[in-house]
């Protein structure tokens, strides 16, 4: 370190320590950096620093799908919907330890496009992941497992309030222990065969590779794919339609607690999406995490008005919970490209997906699809609008940048900046992938757990309320003296 960049160091921590501590610290800093091990374990710990702080940032993504649903719902049914919440973390922690890690990323003996082969349990651990970015790369198993958690919790909004608590577990497995991590392995994975992170030295597809930069496809399609088979198998709640088929109105209990999820969704999501950058430890990477977040906000954002906007002219009244949903909905459009959209790109990614969100909703309400956290809209049908938006207005210096392609060379982009449509025909080809396969093997379980009757409670408990049937009690314990049948009866229980 020079003497000029010692004085500045000195002056930049003087203003949280005291002159003696600012130079002792810089001083160390000095020495450290004088050698390249010393720069070495820099660079690890910052890289570890920082993926594993947006690891957190991730899971924290799950208080806000937990108030989220629970808001969106009747009360009777709140116990069970955040227990739900609670087991989307504990078991598929379990399950992509034992399987789902080694699905999408394992590379051994036979490696292949279509699924991992090694790590399962992360045994060799230590031979396959030691590099001098990223050390022993302990943080790259617990980032992706919060994905997986995601996308597992997905579905619970989609099923709420009349699926059994052991089929919610089956499926849950299933899809962070196999489900989940194909897809992961076809786009994300060293070997894969659709994306464009696979190896250089393989055959990519169309010569491009599908772009999902943070999983609008891989995680949001397959989690909301995922809630789409089971809210059609499950069928819809008591009450949800009339005698004629029209629907009948079951507004959640609390918008309080929508809003506070929907925020604690946003933050988590400045972790999702620059986080995915995976490393910030050269000019290049900070760069793309930066521009990640200001694309991730001015969709949600775009989102926001969208569908607030919408519901205004459709009612004549500002929603809060459209405002809400579009919000997310921009945040899901946007997580396919928002490395490689130019900020206005961004703005129309989350404008237009609010009128994809729209629609789908109208239509799931015309073939009497009972999704009461519209999960299956907002997650599959956007996820796929935004994988097929990065199609179209992919920069290509952008794409240079972001995943260190040679720009002097031909590089794939967004058809509307004079691409060639490689690009667009690799997004289409993920889109449609991913559809029949987390679409087809969730239908062939939930028609299993529908023909052991294990998929639905009964219409007693159904009407009880899952908190009270299932759960021995209530999340709001409104005690005045009654005893438990009065209570439940006042209740509306």
């Not at 055959?203 to 999902?212: N, V």
Request: aromatic letters at 12%; hydrophobic letters at 50%; proline letters at 3%.
């Amino acid at each position: 370190m020079s003497d000029d960049a010692l004085a500045l160091c000195i002056s930049t921590l003087s203003g949280t320590f005291d002159s003696a501590q600012a130079s002792a610290l810089c001083n160390q800093f000095a020495g450290a950096s004088s050698t390249s091990a010393g720069m070495n374990d820099i660079v690890v710990g910052l890289n570890t620093l920082y993926l594993t702080s947006c690891g957190a940032l991730v899971f924290v993504m799950h208080a806000g799908f937990a108030m989220l649903c629970a808001g969106a719902i009747r009360s009777k049914n709140t116990m069970n919907i955040l227990l739900q919440t609670v087991m989307d973390a504990a078991v598929s922690a379990i399950a992509f330890y034992i399987l789902g890690y080694g699905f999408a990323y394992g590379s051994g003996n036979k490696p292949n496009g279509f699924i991992g082969d090694a790590l399962f349990g992360m045994s060799r651990w230590y031979s396959k992941n030691n590099n001098d970015l990223v050390g022993e790369g302990w943080q790259n198993w617990f980032f992706q497992w919060a994905f997986a958690a995601t996308a597992t919790t997905i579905p619970a909004g989609a099923v709420a309030e009349r699926l059994n608590f052991n089929a919610y577990l089956i499926y849950s497995f299933f899809i962070s222990a196999f489900v989940y991590p194909v897809v992961v392995h076809w786009v994300w994975g060293a070997e894969g065969w659709l994306g464009m992170l696979r190896n250089p030295a393989l055959t990519h597809l169309f010569r491009s590779g599908m772009i999902d930069f943070a999983g609008s496809g891989v995680v949001h399609m397959t989690g909301g794919l995922a809630g789409l088979a089971g809210c059609i198998m499950v069928g819809p709640r008591m009450g949800r339609f009339d005698s004629n088929g029209n629907p009948v109105e079951m507004p959640g209990h609390s918008a309080t607690l929508v809003v506070l999820g929907t925020v604690l969704l946003w933050f988590g999501w400045y972790g999702f999406n620059p986080g995915s950058q995976l490393l910030i430890s050269t000019q290049a990477n900070a760069s793309v995490v930066g521009r990640a977040a200001v694309t991730t906000t001015l969709s949600g954002a775009a989102g926001c008005l969208s569908c607030l906007l919408t519901a205004f002219f459709r009612h004549k009244a500002w929603d809060l919970l459209a405002g809400c949903n579009g919000a997310l909905v921009g945040f899901v459009c946007v997580t396919a490209g928002a490395n490689v959209l130019e900020p206005w790109a961004a703005l129309l990614c989350g404008l237009t997906g609010g009128w994809v969100f729209d629609f789908v909703c109208w239509v799931f309400l015309k073939l009497r699809i009972d999704d009461p956290l519209s999960a299956a809209p907002m997650h599959a049908f956007c996820g796929a609008w935004g994988v097929f938006f990065v199609g179209l207005l992919a920069k290509r210096e952008y794409v240079c940048a972001s995943y260190a392609k040679d720009c002097a060379e031909w590089v794939p982009h967004g058809l509307f900046y004079e691409g060639d449509g490689r690009l667009l025909a690799s997004q289409v080809i993920g889109i449609i992938c991913i559809f029949t396969w987390v679409f087809g093997l969730m239908s062939m379980l939930f028609a299993v757990l529908k023909v052991c009757k294990i998929l639905r409670i009964s219409a007693e408990e159904e009407q009880a309320g899952l908190d009270v049937s299932k759960h021995g009690g209530s999340a709001y314990n409104y005690d005045h003296g009654l005893g438990k049948p009065e209570k439940a009866q006042a209740l509306g229980l």
